[in-house]
C-alpha cells in the first residue's frame, strides 16, 4: 500500500491547482504577449504534473511519459514562435495539441484515481474532482484547436479563425469545451462537419456521466463517515 505525504500544505495541493486553473483561463485573453501566454500555460501544466505525480506515488514508469509528453508540447510551442517556413506553423501547433491530448488524459485519469482510492470525503479530494473536470475540457480543447489548425471552417466563430491569433483561438475553444462538458450551450460557437460535432456530443455526454459519477461516489463516502 502506497503512502502520501502528510501535513497541512499536501492537503490543499489540489486547491491551489485549482485557483491556478482558474487564474490561467482568467487571465490568458487579456494577455497580449504570446510568449507570456505560452510560458503561463506550461507552467500550469508542469505544476498539474507535478501534482498528478505526487497523488499517485505509484506512477514510476508513467513518470517519464508524462514529462516526455510536457517536453514535447513545450517543443511543439517553441517552433510556434520559429521563423515562418512552408507549413511549420501548422505542424508546431498540432504536435502542442496532439501532445496535449493524451497528457490532460493521464493527468484527468491520476487525479480521479487519486479520489476513488480516498475512502474518506476530504478537501483535498473535492478539488482534485473539480481540476479533474477543467483538465478534461482542455483536453477537448485541444482537440479542437487541432480540427481548426487543419480546417479552419470546423467551426463557426464569432471571429473566423484564420483572423484569429493563435493563443486567443485557443481561448475560444477552451470557451466552448467547457460550455459543451457543462452542457450550456450558448451557441455563439457552433460545430460544422461532421467530425466536430460528433466530437462535441461525446464530450457532452462524458460531462454528464462525471457528474453523476463524481455525485455517487462523494454521497458513499459521506454515508460511510456518517456510519462510522
Known amino acids: 500500500m502506497t503512502t502520501r505525504p502528510q501535513g497541512a500544505l ?12 482558474c487564474a490561467w483561463m482568467l487571465l490568458s485573453p487579456h494577455l497580449q504577449d504570446r510568449w507570456l501566454v505560452h510560458l503561463l500555460l506550461h507552467v500550469f501544466l508542469l505544476n498539474t504534473v507535478l501534482v498528478t505525480l505526487w497523488a499517485n506515488p505509484q506512477w514510476r514508469r508513467i513518470r517519464i511519459a508524462l514529462a516526455g509528453l510536457w517536453l514535447l ?32 488524459a493521464a493527468l484527468a485519469a491520476g487525479m480521479l484515481g487519486f479520489v476513488f482510492r480516498e475512502r474518506r470525503l476530504t478537501v483535498d479530494g473535492i ?5 479533474a473536470y477543467l483538465v478534461i475540457a482542455l483536453m477537448f480543447a485541444q482537440v479542437y484547436v487541432l480540427m ?13 479563425a484564420a483572423d484569429r491569433p493563435p ?20 451557441g455563439d460557437i457552433l460545430p460544422v462537419t461532421g467530425t466536430a460535432r460528433m466530437m462535441a456530443m461525446i464530450e457532452a455526454v462524458v460531462g454528464q456521466f462525471y457528474v453523476a459519477v463524481i455525485v455517487a461516489v462523494f454521497v458513499g463516502m459521506y454515508a460511510n463517515q456518517r456510519r462510522a
Open 10 to 21: 499536501p492537503e490543499w495541493r489540489f486547491l491551489q491547482l485549482t485557483l491556478v486553473i
Open 73 to 104: 508540447s513545450l517543443t511543439g510551442s517553441l517552433l510556434a514562435f520559429a521563423p515562418q517556413l512552408i507549413g511549420s506553423q501548422r505542424l508546431a501547433r498540432s504536435l502542442e495539441a496532439a501532445s496535449l491530448v493524451p497528457l490532460c
Open 127 to 131: 478539488f482534485a474532482t473539480v481540476a
Open 148 to 160: 481548426l489548425t487543419w480546417n479552419p471552417d470546423s467551426f463557426v466563430l464569432p471571429v473566423p
Open 167 to 186: 493563443h486567443l483561438l485557443r481561448n475560444d475553444m477552451t470557451y466552448f469545451s467547457i460550455v459543451t462538458l457543462a452542457t450550456v450551450g450558448y
